[in-house]
């Protein structure tokens, strides 16, 4: 691995990124337009693990929803996870809403202009606050989001998984040689797109590559080698029993989640441990469904028992409700309140 860059090659390349960015780059997206700080972080917090096609609808539902920060700041979270759901990593949102409410109380709704104040906030981390930098204010910021590392870990062949630490501190010594001193906002959004539209994970074309002559990956051939991969574990399976505990009048009975943790603070079906008293008002008779889920640690296969409950049912499992735990969701009149994505997917079928 070699990485040293001299100057006059950082700017060559950074220069080549700029021309291909002129012509290719993408200027069009929702938060491109009529630009602020407010809508760039909303933006990169979105984009953390998640595709552009996919964030658009949910970012432009958001503005729509909370067009200033002032606006988010005030939302009840609730409605901020309702808004989220389906975009995954919840603790995202809840930063989110955080971040907004301490923005707002602290700095008058403006985001400071200072890196290290804005790594300082929540959910805020470094390439996140660089991107707000660069983006909003035109000044020179290194990021280095998933795109950026895998075409550097190319451009150098930087051996190891991003996820060590000696491999992303070479990535960020990387990132942060390439960084023009002008053109930032320019800069950070075309390396974003050369990533994603050219140095692609699966098929890069390095055909159409503008800086491919000077890439290392490139000349020996190995462009899949780079960047290694994440070292392969099992996740283990956790079992689970969720219930959906439907009423007459096609009502079913939703439990508050733990703040954090999986799913923290969003609105789930109540499960075998957490039903203690609810249990006994149940039918013998349910219907049943399997759920599995992906979640980054674990895998978790559930049953889903369907029982639909008669009035008797209903009246004895109401004597056990807590009103500040639980609540009734009807699908078909849907309250404004965060769903995990794949219960409400199950509850919507
Ligand atoms: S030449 Fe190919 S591997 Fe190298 S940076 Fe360009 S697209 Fe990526």
Known sequence: MDLSVKPHTAELISTAILDWYDENGRKSLPWQQERTAYKVWLSEVMLQQTQVATVIPYFEAFIDRFPTIEALAKAH????????????????????????????????????????????????????????????????????DGNVKRLLARLHCVPGWPGQSQTLKALWQLAEHYTPPTRCQAYTQAVMDMGAMVCTRRNPKCDLCPIEKWCAARSTASQHDFPNSKPKKTNPVRQSILFVLQTPDGNCLLLQRPPTGIWGGLWSLP???????????????????????????????????????????????????????????????????????????????
Do not use: M
């Open 77 to 144: 979270i609730d409605e901020v996870l309702h808004l989220w759901t389906g975009l995954g990593y919840y603790a995202r949102a809840r930063n989110l809403h955080k971040c907004a409410q301490t923005i707002t109380e602290n700095y008058q709704g403006k985001f400071p202009e200072d890196q290290a104040a804005l790594e300082a906030l929540p959910g805020i981390g470094r390439s996140t606050a660089a991107a707000i930098i660069a983006q909003t204010f035109d000044k020179p910021a290194a990021i280095l």
């Open 271 to 349: 499960d075998a441990s957490e039903t203690e008293g609810l249990l006994d008002a149940l039918p013998h008779k349910y219907d049943a469904e399997k759920l599995e889920h992906k979640f980054s640690h674990f895998t978790l296969e559930a049953e889903i028992r369907i029982c639909h409950l008669n009035k008797d049912q209903l009246r004895k499992l109401e004597q056990n409700i807590r009103e500040e735990r639980h609540r009734w969701y009807n699908p078909q009149q849907p309250d404004s309140i965060g769903l995990p994505g794949p219960i409400h997917k199950l509850l919507h079928r």
